[in-house]
């Protein structure tokens, strides 16, 4: 199990007005703010109070956000002798608040963006906002785009798949998903989850990955394949890994 928060995971009740300060501040000026205040440890303390439920629940899984803005314990996958998938989880909800201003203004920060690279080892990173949601989205898509090959987001409760070339056998594969418990179900966000099977195809030295949707069926009271965002109700996708090809430099 591999977990990220998200802005329900924020206990609002926590949110002071030396908080909302501390928040406003960093929605205001970005990076430079936020490495201030997470330097030092009581400022650190009152922004990290929000998620005091979540931390708690977190690190049962062994997925503990540290005081450095980062999510901890990722998981690492063998699919095959040498050829690895790393679930990389960041934590977008870092200044999520009372502010109206949270679309496009919240951060990752340098800490979370920087995603190194391992030999042999595909990244698969899982966040709850879809990058548009980011201040720094642009620098974080870089980043992104040219580490990782999977980037899975959830929040807008609209599921959609695609693949994006980012250059000469390099793509990436954006999974949008749907929500499980959305606060009502209608025409327009159905109860709906996706299961992501991956594998390795060592005949094509390809990362291969199954999207199975299912969405809630009221007739039938139950969960079915979803047939309105998969044409029947599942998806393949293969993927160029460059990083399985051969061994490189790990970058920071």
């Not at 703010?33 to 049962?60: K, M, N, P, Q, V």
């Not at 109860?191 to 195809?201: A, E, M, P, S």
Request: proline fraction near 4%.
């Amino acid at each position: 199990v591999q977990v990220v928060p998200g802005n329900h995971d924020i206990d609002r009740d926590k949110i002071t007005t030396a908080t909302q300060k501390i928040i406003d501040d960093i929605i205001k000026n970005g990076d430079k703010a936020a490495d201030e205040y997470l330097e030092s440890e009581d400022d650190r303390e009152i922004l990290y109070a929000r998620f005091s439920g979540y931390r708690t629940f977190a690190e049962g899984y062994n997925c503990s956000l540290d005081s450095d803005g980062l999510v901890k314990g990722h998981r690492i996958k063998e699919l095959a002798p040498g050829k690895r998938i790393k679930l990389h989880g960041i934590n977008t909800a870092l200044i999520c608040s009372r502010s109206k201003e949270e679309k496009g203004g919240l951060l990752l920060g340098k800490r979370q963006r920087v995603i190194g690279t391992e030999a042999e080892t595909e990244i698969i990173v899982i966040a709850h906002h879809p990058l548009h949601w980011l201040q720094d989205s642009e620098d974080a898509k870089k980043y992104i785009d040219n580490r990782a090959r999977v980037f899975i987001s959830g929040h807008e409760h609209k599921p959609s798949h695609k693949i994006i070339p980012i250059r000469d056998g390099v793509e990436i594969l954006m999974i949008s998903s749907g929500a499980t418990v959305p606060p009502n179900a209608d025409f327009t966000y159905n109860y709906c989850y996706n299961i992501l099977v991956f594998n390795y195809d060592s005949a094509e030295n390809l990362l291969k990955v199954a999207i199975h949707g299912r969405t809630w069926d009221d007739n039938l009271k139950s969960f079915t394949a979803d047939t309105e965002h998969f044409e029947n109700g599942s998806i393949v996708y293969t993927l160029k890994c460059p990083n399985f090809e051969s061994e490189i430099p790990p970058l920071a």
